[in-house]
């Protein structure tokens, strides 16, 4: 469990770094660096796998590896830019509930009652953080917030293909030959997407940068993968639910972010929901096994 939530606190705090980065160079080369930083690590790795790889498993690789990263990361951080790193790692806390939501409507696999009912709670609880951070001097943004929104929808859409991907390929050949082509795919998106190709080098969105690059895209998953081997697969879906509530601390705590009343009940209130979501179904089932 401490190799899990050491994770969790990493992947929290890459919105907090984004920030730092910021004062240096726009998000899309934030992004671009970021992925560029991770399959310099990976790339010996990779290399052991390319020729292993099937040629009929490459199309489906670039696409996973498209939406997971490309997709995924560009929306995030130019989301970022728009709003609060608090309210960004809150919308990241509804993964779970869009997880299920997905799989409903593409997938075929029905939600229950408890799902559509934390949903609705989990969404009325965005609308409370947005209207608070409105009232406070507009450090929540909604265009912010929807593109965040967006890279949620667009990772829990592709976690079913990427799932049999892995199973086909291997982990550690997915792992490292998708962040090599992450890079390569990703530099069109960067140079057509980026305010300016100016890089203004602090020491602060330097080391950022190799945080977010090592850190959060390499270091984070190897304690993640490691403690999958220790910890119970239901204990670690509790665990990513925490993932909001460190990432909100940090923004607090290291950026100094102010949070009013009513966007701090919307916080808690998409926590809580997606906390019931998980632990709900358990629960009925252990209490219809007692009964």
Request: aromatic content about 14%.
């Amino acid at each position: 469990m401490p190799y899990q939530i050491l994770a969790l606190i990493i992947w929290s705090s890459s919105f907090i770094a984004a920030k730092y980065a910021y004062e240096m160079l726009p998000p899309a080369l934030l992004v671009q660096g970021r992925l560029l930083i991770a399959a310099l690590l990976v790339l010996p790795a990779a290399r052991r796998y390319l020729g292993k790889i099937p040629r009929g498993k490459w199309k489906p690789l670039l696409w996973v590896t498209f939406w997971n990263y490309v997709a995924v990361l560009m929306l995030q951080f130019v989301g970022l830019n728009h709003t609060s790193a608090a309210s960004a790692v809150t919308i990241i806390g509804l993964e779970p509930l869009i997880m299920v939501f997905v799989g409903h409507f593409f997938f075929g696999d029905r939600a229950a009652w408890y799902h559509w009912l934390c949903g609705a709670a989990a969404f009325v609880g965005v609308g409370l953080l947005i209207s608070g951070g409105a009232e406070a001097g507009g450090e929540v943004g909604l265009w912010g917030c929807f593109l965040v929104f967006l890279a949620g929808v667009a990772f829990c859409g592709a976690m079913r293909p990427t799932q049999r991907l892995i199973a086909d390929i291997g982990a550690a050949a997915y792992t490292s030959v998708s962040l090599v082509l992450a890079a390569v795919l990703c530099l069109p998106f960067s140079l057509l997407l980026a305010d300016s190709y100016a890089i203004h080098w602090i020491w602060q969105g330097g080391a950022a940068m190799l945080y977010l690059g090592a850190g959060c895209s390499w270091f984070a998953y190897w304690l993640w993968n490691r403690g999958m081997g220790s910890v119970p697969a239901n204990l670690s879906g509790l665990l990513i639910s925490l993932e909001p509530v460190f990432g909100v601390l940090l923004a607090v705590l290291v950026l100094g972010e102010h949070i009013s009343a009513l966007s701090g009940v919307g916080i808690l209130t998409v926590i809580a929901a997606t906390f019931t979501a998980g632990v709900l179904p358990k629960w009925l089932k252990n209490n219809k096994q007692a009964v």
